[in-house]
């Protein structure tokens, strides 16, 4: 079946560091990727998107690439800061299809 | 616009009660789901409706159900509250074409004791 992998959290860094969180995928056929992010009491946010091999999503800072030939959307950011802590999601969908396929999450927080 | 709206926004049930969890959305979105958020486990689809009065189960129905008499309301009932049903509750629309992001309600944190 498909299923969404993430790095293992907590994630603790400090202000302006490099940011890079892990997600693999395992599916048949070619997905569209996610990653959403929830800030403390509130829902998820999509922050980007890829709808196909090669395809940058990008938004406030954070990029990932969707990588066909490592089933990888890593998700980065060159500078952090502390309005980044939020829990991260990697997800995926097919077209037509009604379901995202979510990863566990991973819990983000940077210091000051 | 407020676009998707979930009441309450917290609850207490001891077990075996009933309730029902209200979510609204205000975009004329086709597609409507909830799923549940357990710690470690993601998010998991519950139910989904791809349109007024056609709803269908996801993952993990047992012990909901689900009706979708208008485009704009989702609600998900809960029969008989037991305490693995403690989780936080999320509800999903997007539109039918186009963009494939779904778009969340701030959830309804429910605790079963």
């Known amino acids: 079946g498909n299923s969404v992998t993430q790095m293992e959290g907590p994630v603790t860094l400090s202000e302006e560091a490099f940011l890079t969180i892990n997600c693999t995928y395992t599916?048949?056929?070619?997905?569209?990727l996610f990653w959403y992010v929830q800030y403390p009491g509130e829902g998820l946010q999509l922050l980007l998107k890829?709808?196909?091999?090669?395809d940058k999503g990008s938004n406030k800072g954070f990029e990932a690439t969707y990588r066909k030939e490592t089933t990888s959307f890593h998700l980065e950011k060159g500078s952090v800061q502390v309005s980044d802590s939020a829990v991260y999601f990697c997800?995926?969908?097919?077209?037509?299809?009604?379901?995202?396929?979510f990863g566990q999450g991973t819990r983000l927080t940077i210091n000051p | 616009n407020a676009g998707v709206t979930q009441t309450p926004k917290f609850q207490v049930l001891k077990t075996g009660q009933s309730m029902t969890l209200q979510c609204a959305q205000d975009?004329?979105?086709?597609?409507m789901s909830w799923y549940r958020q357990d710690p470690g486990m993601g998010l998991r689809l519950i139910h989904y409706?791809?349109?007024?009065?056609?709803?269908d189960q996801g993952e993990v129905p047992n012990g909901y159900n689900v009706s979708r008499s208008t485009t704009e309301d989702f609600p998900l009932r809960l029969l008989s509250a037991a305490p693995s049903q403690t989780s936080v509750y999320f509800c999903?629309?997007?539109?039918?074409?186009?963009?494939?992001?779904?778009?969340f309600g701030s959830g309804t944190r429910l605790t079963v004791v």
């Open positions: 599916a048949t056929g070619y997905p569209s």
């Open positions: 997800a995926l969908t097919f077209q037509g299809a009604q379901k995202l396929v």
């Open positions: 409706s791809v349109g007024a009065g056609i709803t």
């Open positions: 890829a709808t196909k091999a090669d």
């Open positions: 975009m004329n979105h086709e597609y």
């Open positions: 999903a629309s997007r539109p039918q074409t186009g963009s494939y992001g779904y778009t």
